[in-house]
């Protein structure tokens, strides 16, 4: 005899009797998938580069923390996680086939995001990559649809404006640190503005080159700069060899032109004053001070003379006293 409950069946020409199951024992196994279902959407782990944005019925509700959490099961509180120490990039003008060692890049297809019309009206071929992270997750995940594609729009709009306010010569060797930093700041602004939870962390310009015609054109006209910059340099070189002396001895020239002017000045001021002293000391007493003055005379002038004649103011005719053949120094009367 068999059960009622028991069940039979076919495999093929096989045949196999279930046994009946207790409606007890439904029971266990509806509570056991009911507790794991409940285990595997209550708990969840947020990684410590991540942040966990729920939703209840849609609804942003709060933001977690890394580490285990708890929420709702059942769907009534949804998880998204947000990589937020994480640093994306977006590349223009090519693609990174393969990262490593030796990456591999890919340019052709590419052309129109790199091609860029300079200040100067020519062009430059600008590759360049956007690092950013995201920095408020909830922002980034309700405010903006295809966040991905805006940054893309943003970052190549900022950067065909700013290009095409330089030179073609500023964009491939000078200005390009200034390029980088001024897109950086107005992408950032205008993200903030739009509330995208975006922030960027570096523009790099990897290559700014001439489009390839025109190549051998700008190298010579680079290298006829360069030659005019060096031409330059050795001239201010030799400028700053000879200037810097000649201006110094001018320099000296002139302060010993002024310390002869103070000398004189100042002995013609000491003459002067010894002059009127000497004259208050005239009008005084006459016949004092002009025997004193013709023996400080005579003591000064004497000593100086080799030979020295004495005549008498009373003698008319000094002809026979003297030897005219004899070199006469002085005559003293």
């Not at 096989?14 to 285990?39: A, C, D, N």
């Not at 944005?53 to 099961?73: A, D, E």
């Not at 992408?187 to 790099?204: A, F, R, S, V």
Request: avoid cysteine; proline fraction near 4%; glycine fraction near 6%.
């Amino acid at each position: 005899m068999h059960n009622n409950d028991s069940r039979k069946v076919h495999l093929g020409n096989t045949e196999i009797e279930i046994p009946p199951i207790k409606k007890g024992l439904i029971g266990i196994i509806i509570l056991v998938i009911v507790g794991l279902i409940l285990l595997f959407t209550s708990f969840f782990v947020i990684e410590a580069d991540e942040a966990g944005v729920i939703r209840r019925f849609g609804k942003y509700v709060r933001t977690t923390n890394p580490g285990l959490n708890l929420k709702i099961p059942f769907g009534i509180e949804t998880l998204n996680k947000v990589k937020v120490k994480r640093v994306y990039k977006e590349e223009f003008g090519f693609r990174t086939i393969k990262p490593g060692v030796t990456t591999q890049y890919a340019k052709r297809g590419y052309e129109s995001e790199s091609r860029m019309l300079t200040g100067d009206l020519n062009i430059a071929i600008v590759e360049w990559i956007v690092q950013y992270r995201i920095k408020d997750p909830v922002k980034y995940l309700f405010n903006v649809r295809h966040i991905n594609e805006s940054i893309r729009n943003i970052a190549e709009s900022t950067m065909r404006r700013l290009v095409g306010d330089y030179s073609v010569d500023e964009v491939v060797i000078l200005g390009r640190r200034d390029i980088a930093y001024e897109t950086k700041t107005e992408m950032q602004k205008l993200l903030d503005n739009y509330e995208t939870g975006i922030e960027i962390t570096n523009i790099n310009l990897l290559d700014v080159n001439p489009p390839d015609p025109v190549k051998p054109a700008f190298n010579a006209v680079n290298s006829a700069k360069q030659e005019r910059e060096k031409m330059i340099n050795n001239a201010w070189e030799e400028y700053n060899n000879i200037i810097p002396k000649a201006k110094g001895e001018a320099e000296q020239t002139i302060s010993e032109a002024e310390g002869y002017a103070i000398d004189r000045i100042n002995r013609a001021k000491g003459n002067a004053e010894k002059f009127n002293a000497i004259y208050s000391e005239y009008r005084n007493a006459k016949t004092v001070t002009r025997k004193r003055l013709y023996l400080e005379t005579m003591a000064e002038i004497l000593p100086k003379i080799e030979e020295i004649y004495i005549i008498d103011s009373k003698q008319k005719n000094i002809l026979p006293l003297l030897n005219i053949g004899k070199n006469v120094k002085q005559l003293v009367k």
